[in-house]
């Protein structure tokens, strides 16, 4: 076996593994395969595994796999990276969803954009759970304040919460901010019942996101390996 094949099927496994120490149905978290700066061949195996969701972080690298996967027609792409207000047509008119919605003017420009005859965009609001200083993501405060924002641009649909937490190794300091996104997920929820979607979990922390509640792991290193 391949390595992406051999490293796939050990990551669903262990999310397999977690749901069940969970208590949670194992199709209750979906699996999104981050397949950024890696080559659209590995996208291609890993499809052929049966994975159909892969997220990308930069625009160009990322419109080039569309482009040379565009055979796979049920492939779903997830912008998971920072977005500048000046990118955001090409997004409109190639990606599923967009993971890391933060700013108004984004919102209203990828609402503006979005082809006609292509669905309403998938969208995540980004919340900077650690309240660190100049990271991506509204503050919890604000966030139905923006969500009610968001829904008067029919192009966009809101389908819930992402976040990347504090980068540390303190599980304690981790466990906190993902039980305090899942609060504000039932928050949303409660107003927004098709909101469901909480995307939360990496390669190093997909077992505690699990344990949190996480509805969508993003995991890149463990299936596709480091990246340079
Ligand atoms: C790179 C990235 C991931 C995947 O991280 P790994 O540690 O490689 O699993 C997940 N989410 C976001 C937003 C990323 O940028």
């Known amino acids: 076996m391949s390595t992406v094949s051999t490293h796939y099927k050990t990551v669903v496994n262990r999310l397999h593994q ?5 208590g949670r149905e194992p199709h209750s978290v979906q699996l999104l ?10 996208v291609r195996e890993c499809y052929e595994l049966g994975q ?26 997830h912008f998971i990276g920072p977005l500048q207000s000046n990118k955001t047509r090409p997004v409109a008119e190639n990606f599923h969803w967009l993971e890391t919605l933060d700013r108004e003017k984004i919102a209203q420009r990828l609402n503006d ?21 100049q990271k991506s993501g509204i503050s919890a405060t604000d966030l139905m304040s923006f969500a009610q924002t968001l829904s008067s641009l ?15 190794d303190d599980p304690a300091r981790l466990q906190q901010q ?3 996104m899942r609060d504000l997920s039932q928050t949303l929820i409660s107003h927004y019942p098709e909101a469901t979607t909480l995307s939360m979990g990496m390669s190093s922390d997909m077992e505690l996101a ?19």
Request: aromatic share 6%; proline share 5%; hydrophobic share 40%.
């Open 18 to 22: 977690a749901c069940q120490n969970a």
């Open 33 to 42: 395969a981050v397949s950024k700066t890696k080559p659209a061949e590995l």
């Open 52 to 77: 159909r969701a892969f997220g990308e972080n930069y625009l160009q690298d990322g419109l080039d796999k569309i482009d040379a996967l565009a055979d796979l027609s049920d492939l779903e792409w």
């Open 113 to 133: 954009q979005r082809p006609e005859h292509m669905p309403a965009l998938n969208v995540l609001i980004q919340i900077n759970i650690s309240n660190e200083y």
């Open 154 to 168: 029919p192009r966009l649909k809101l389908r819930g919460l992402m976040c990347i937490p504090e980068a540390t």
């Open 178 to 180: 993902f039980e305090h």
């Open 210 to 228: 699990v344990a949190c509640g996480t509805t969508e792991v993003r995991i890149g290193t463990d299936i596709f390996g480091a990246r340079d």
